[in-house]
C-alpha cells in the first residue's frame, strides 16, 4: 500500500513568501525541501529536477508539490523497484529503475529529452551516506549546473565536510546547514544553490549555514514554539 504523509500548509506563517504560496493546500517533503525549492526560485512554474533516492510517490516526497501544484517533472531514480511501482496512478512523471552508482547521467538527460544544462533542482538522498556522496562524485558538474541541491548527509560529518569541500569547487554555495526534522536532534541534510542561477536577495534571506542544528519548522514558520 502507498503510505503517504502529506502535511497542512500555513501559509499565514510562512516565512518565505513566494508567488502561488497561497494556492498550496498540503506539502510533502520530510523537511519541506519542496518549499525551500519554489522559495529560493520565486514559486518558478514548469522546473525540472533530478531526483536520486525519489522513494514513494507522496511519503516524503521531495517533487510531488512541485509537480502537482507548479508543473515540475524531470528524472526520477531508485534502485526499489516496489516503491517505483506505487508511482503509477499517483504521480505523472515517470520514474527510472537504476543504481546511480553506474548511471550514465548524460545518456539518462537525453534519454529524458532534457537538453537544457541549467536545470531547477538536484535533490540527493541515498542510504547510507557515503554512498550519496559517491553518487555526488558522479553528477556531471562540468556540463550541467543546478539551481538548488539538497544533500542528505545523515549526520555524517566527514560526508558533510567532504561534500561541502567538493560542491564549493563548481561554484555552490551553503545555504542551510543541518536541517532536521525532530526538533534539533539528527540533523541529517544540507542545503545548497548556485549563485549564478539563484536572486541574491533571496541567498541572504534563507541563509542559516553555521553548524547551530535548525529545526525546520522553526526555520519556515514564525510564532512556533
Known amino acids: 500500500m502507498t503510505q503517504t504523509l502529506n502535511k497542512p500548509f500555513d501559509p499565514v506563517n510562512f516565512k518565505y513568501a513566494f508567488p502561488g504560496v497561497e494556492l498550496i493546500r498540503d506539502n510533502y517533503a520530510q523537511a519541506n525541501q519542496d518549499l525551500f525549492v519554489l522559495s529560493m526560485l520565486d514559486g518558478r512554474r514548469n522546473g525540472t529536477w533530478l531526483e536520486i533516492g525519489c522513494g514513494w510517490p507522496l511519503h516524503i516526497s521531495n517533487t510531488a508539490l512541485l509537480e502537482f501544484d507548479f508543473d515540475w517533472g524531470g528524472v526520477s531514480i531508485d534502485t526499489y523497484q516496489g516503491v517505483l511501482n506505487e508511482w503509477a496512478g499517483t504521480r505523472n512523471n515517470p520514474t527510472t529503475h537504476a543504481n546511480a552508482l553506474s548511471v550514465d547521467f548524460l545518456k539518462l538527460f537525453e534519454d529524458h529529452n532534457i537538453i537544457k544544462t541549467d536545470i531547477d ?51 555552490y554555495k551553503l545555504v542551510v546547514r543541518n536541517i532536521s526534522d525532530q526538533g534539533i536532534a ?15 536577495a533571496k541567498i541572504a534571506q534563507h541563509l542559516a549555514d553555521d553548524d547551530i542544528p535548525k529545526d525546520y519548522i522553526k526555520y519556515f514558520y514564525q510564532n512556533t514554539p
Not at 146 to 163: K, R, S
Not at 186 to 200: A, G, I, Q, T
Open 121 to 171: 533542482y538536484l535533490s540527493l538522498d541515498c542510504d547510507p551516506a557515503s554512498q550519496t556522496y559517491d553518487i555526488l562524485l558522479r553528477i556531471p558538474f562540468d556540463h550541467y549546473r543546478f539551481a538548488v541541491i539538497t544533500f542528505e548527509h545523515d549526520h555524517d560529518h566527514q560526508v558533510q565536510q567532504e561534500a561541502q569541500t567538493y560542491m564549493s569547487q563548481y561554484g
Open 186 to 200: 539528527n540533523p541529517y541534510e544540507d542545503w545548497y544553490v548556485h549563485p549564478d542561477l539563484v536572486d541574491p
